[in-house]
């Protein structure tokens, strides 16, 4: 299943080349969705010894992506009362958490029958589940941008006219705003430690 022509429109519109649509397309709708910890997560000794590998991003393969209507990247609650100055606008603005959906889809070919399907499906959202209850988060990649730091609200199966065929999932994404300020006051201050006297001393808070 291509999905090119729904996301990155018709080849013959745009300037790109046949490798750069094609490089496109095996992007934004095969690999859109990459799991932030999954290494970390993975609990894997022989990966857990090396700290640059925690880090790096897997993508979630073996389906195909389709964005649904609206992608939030700024949402922001403002105060209804009056203001007595313009300077007040500036802190009656909240900034809400965003969201936003993806169809994904598990086509059904020659090399992926029903019974695999079925399978590979339930395999799928059983992982995800135990990613999600151990706090994994996710990285979206849209034409617009990369969205980071996003949470798995919930996995609906849609039915493609009359029936539930099995392949047609939505995916919802919440990106709350997370404060990263505790979170990079411990990493400074366990680096701190590990410098001085070789971790022997311990140190309070950075921040």
């Not at 919440?174 to 300020?181: Q, V």
């Amino acid at each position: 299943m291509s999905l090119a022509t729904d996301i990155l429109g018709t080849s013959k519109s745009t300037d790109i080349s046949s490798a750069d649509y094609t490089l496109l397309d095996d992007i934004f709708s095969y690999n859109a969705i990459w799991l932030q910890n999954a290494i970390e997560l993975s609990n894997i000794p022989i990966l857990s010894q090396f700290e640059l590998t925690k880090n790096v991003p897997l993508p979630l393969i073996g389906l195909a992506y389709k964005p649904v209507g609206e992608i939030e990247f700024l949402s922001y609650e403002w105060s209804q009362y009056p203001y007595l100055s313009k300077q007040i606008i500036t802190n009656a603005g909240i900034k809400q958490a965003t969201r936003f959906a993806l169809d994904v889809y598990s086509v059904l070919n020659g090399s992926n029958p029903v019974a695999l399907n079925l399978l590979k499906v339930s395999a799928i959202i059983k992982f995800l589940d135990g990613y999600i209850a151990k706090g994994g988060l996710f990285t979206v990649l849209t034409l617009y941008g990369f969205i980071t730091d996003c949470v798995l609200e919930k996995i609906t199966g849609i039915s493609d006219g009359e029936m539930l065929d099995g392949t047609h999932l939505r995916f919802n994404f919440l990106k709350p705003n997370i404060d990263t300020t505790v979170i990079v006051a411990k990493q400074v201050s366990d680096l701190v430690n590990k410098i001085n006297l070789g971790g022997a001393q311990t140190l309070g808070p950075a921040f």
